[in-house]
C-alpha cells in the first residue's frame, strides 16, 4: 500500500484530535476511493457520448468543486 502526506491546518487538526475514535485515514481513504469511482463513471460516459473534451472538462470541474464543498460540511 502507498503512504501519502496530507497538510491540514490546525485548527482542522485540533477537532480531529477531539474524535480519536475516528480511523481519520480510513475517512480520507474512502472519500479518495469515492472521488475516482466518479471520475471512472465520466470518462466511461465521455468515451461513449458525444461530449467534446471542453463539455467534459466543464463537468469534472462542477463535480469536484461540488465533492470538495460536500466534504468541507462534513
Not at 501519502?4 to 480510513?26: C, F, G, Q, V, Y
Not at 473534451?53 to 468543486?65: G, P, T
Amino acid at each position: 500500500m502507498t503512504n501519502i502526506t496530507l497538510a491540514i491546518p490546525n485548527e482542522l487538526h485540533e477537532k480531529m484530535r477531539k474524535h480519536s475514535e475516528i480511523r481519520w485515514s480510513e475517512v480520507v481513504r474512502k472519500s479518495i476511493a469515492g472521488k475516482v469511482e466518479m471520475l471512472d463513471v465520466m470518462d466511461k460516459i465521455a468515451r461513449k457520448s458525444k461530449l467534446s473534451k471542453e463539455d467534459v472538462d466543464e463537468l469534472s470541474h462542477k463535480i469536484k468543486r461540488e465533492t470538495f464543498e460536500d466534504l468541507d460540511k462534513r
